[in-house]
């Protein structure tokens, strides 16, 4: 069989992203490979702000434009005056206009701050706009860019090994293999009040068929779960971060409220929504030391069609969840709620979710740093006892690197999961071309520089950005201003011509 330039394992967002840039830059000897037995509806919706859009169009111009064309500009007027008559709603307040921000707001229903979500705003402020789009629009819009014969599904990677005799690593996967539902990364929807919970999870036959391909590199964008972050960390002094870390937040959360009644509806319009279609509430007397962790905060959305619901992030430990139907979960949030001196109104919303549509999810973690100030995890001992200092995990071995969420996955109160993961995508594309255009693939000290080159640059960045996700200092802080410009204003292809 003959050896791949790259394989990609993980045809998620990021991983195809990566495939893309390869592929535009000469680099076509490469594969994508996919446990999924096929591509379906999965997965959220997600945000493409400035500085994702910016490593996509670097990536690609065509898959910039595509993706610009498929995902809806984020409550931008234009788009939603474009919308059948049929799908405005009946429900919603009279001479109240659609407010283009995302509103932030104590509980007593004072303004604190807003965030503009028009794309004209951002593209003037930082150089490109923001996106709304679904996880599964993304995916299947960056797909249809490459070749169809370089991205396989039902290839389930189960193991990677460095062969040093053959010059490559090898990737063995096996198709046909009932998918396990995935603890880390999804929501899990509750169907019924008797604690049956359904879970992201495939159901076929077991009839396992075992493959082995090889390439001189492997990018592993298999996600949080990161099965070769697994292989990878698990005879090396990384082997307490080869599965995530659970990061002490976790969200509740319904999808849909049909029936508010009036008097609830006018209420929580007149003191919350205020013709906005989403906004954030928070205890601001609680948060007024900006080093403060581990406070409630609920996003309330109401739909086109005046459907209401909400996401409750809250710190929580991880055995509160378990086996909770969708009456305990609307319960335990009530409790966080109260706790937290949230108002009536948003108590009563709660109150009157359909348990059917409620939704519960744990976040995790990747750190990119560990530190003495944080708990090191009790399975790490690393041969000497408790540990003390700091650690940096390493995002590359040999021919193997992880990127995105595989290599520093995190929760999603800043929006920058994917984004990151994109940034990752033009850095490592970078690097790996200049490593084809020198044809240095069996160089592997030259390999082990462009991978060390890789974590310098991208770990600083991801480690910022976690310190503000657990803080959730992205709106009330005075650092927000410092944020954008750190984070969504940088240029990329600049960043791109000094590292090489």
């Not at 702000?49 to 595509?66: H, T, V, W």
């Not at 001479?95 to 283009?100: A, D, E, L, R, V």
């Not at 001992?381 to 003390?388: E, I, K, M, P």
């Given at each position: ?7 990609v ?18 680099i ?20 493409l ?23 809806n500009?984020?409550f931008?007027p ?16 009279k ?9 932030q707001?104590?509980?007593q ?21 923001r ?8 995916q299947t ?10 991205v ?14 053959s ?7 096996v ?54 972050r ?10 307490a ?12 959360g ?27 509430v ?11 962790v ?57 109150r ?10 744990p976040?995790y ?8 100030s ?6 790490a ?8 200092g ?28 994917a ?38 640059l ?11 996700t ?12 410092e ?18």
């Open positions: 069989m003959g050896i791949y330039d790259v394989v394992v993980g045809a998620g967002p990021v991983g195809l992203a990566t495939a893309i840039g390869l592929y535009r830059r000469g076509d000897n490469l594969l994508v490979i996919d446990q999924t037995r096929s591509f379906r509806k999965v997965g959220q919706g997600l945000s702000l400035p500085n994702g859009l910016k490593a996509i169009k670097y990536l690609d111009f065509q898959a910039y434009e595509q993706v610009k064309k498929t995902g500009i984020l931008n234009n788009s939603l005056n474009q919308q059948k008559t049929s799908d405005r709603t009946t429900q919603r307040p001479n109240t206009n659609p407010s283009f921000e995302w509103v707001k104590n509980c229903g004072q303004r604190l701050d807003s965030t503009p979500l028009d794309y004209n705003y951002w593209l003037q402020k930082c150089g490109e706009g996106l709304s789009i679904s996880w599964y629009d993304l819009t960056l797909r249809h860019i490459l070749p169809q014969d370089l396989k599904p039902n290839h389930r990677c189960i193991n990677v090994i460095n062969e040093p005799e010059g490559c690593a090898r990737i063995d996967c198709s046909n293999k009932t998918a396990e539902a995935n603890p880390y990364a999804h929501w899990t929807e509750v169907a019924s009040d008797n604690n049956q919970q359904t879970a992201n999870v495939e159901s076929f036959p077991q009839q396992l068929q075992t493959k082995s391909l090889r390439a001189k590199l492997v990018i592993a964008a298999d996600g949080i779960n990161s099965t070769v697994n292989i990878l960390y698990a005879n090396s002094p990384y082997h971060f080869a599965q995530p870390e659970y990061s002490g937040f976790a969200a509740i319904c999808r849909e409220i049909s029936e508010v009644p009036n008097a609830l509806s006018t209420e929580l319009e007149a003191k919350f929504f205020e013709g906005s279609p989403i906004l954030t928070f205890d601001d007397q609680v948060l007024a030391d900006s080093k403060s581990g406070n409630p905060s609920m996003i309330l959305f109401r739909r086109s069609s005046g459907q209401m619901g909400y996401v409750l992030h809250t710190p929580l430990p991880l055995e509160n969840l378990n086996d909770k139907s969708g009456g305990l979960l609307v319960e335990l949030a009530l409790q966080e709620l109260e706790k937290a001196n949230f108002p009536n109104s948003i108590r009563e919303l709660v009157i979710s359909p348990s059917v549509n409620m939704l519960q999810r976040y973690i990747h750190r990119a740093i560990i530190s003495d944080i708990p090191f995890p009790s399975t001992n690393l041969n000497s006892g408790d540990y003390t700091k650690i940096e995990p390493a995002w590359g071995n040999n021919r193997v690197v992880l990127i995105g969420d595989a290599a520093h996955g995190m929760p999603p109160f800043m929006g920058q999961g984004n990151q993961g994109l940034e990752d995508a033009g850095v490592l594309t970078t690097l790996v071309t200049n490593l084809a255009q020198e044809n240095n693939w069996d160089n592997m000290p030259v390999i082990a520089e462009a991978f060390e080159k890789y974590e310098r991208r770990r600083p960045i991801m480690e910022s950005i976690q310190e503000a657990l803080r959730q200092s992205d709106w009330y802080q005075k650092e927000w201003q944020y954008q410009q750190k984070v969504y204003c940088r240029n990329f292809e600049q960043e791109m011509e000094a590292l090489l």
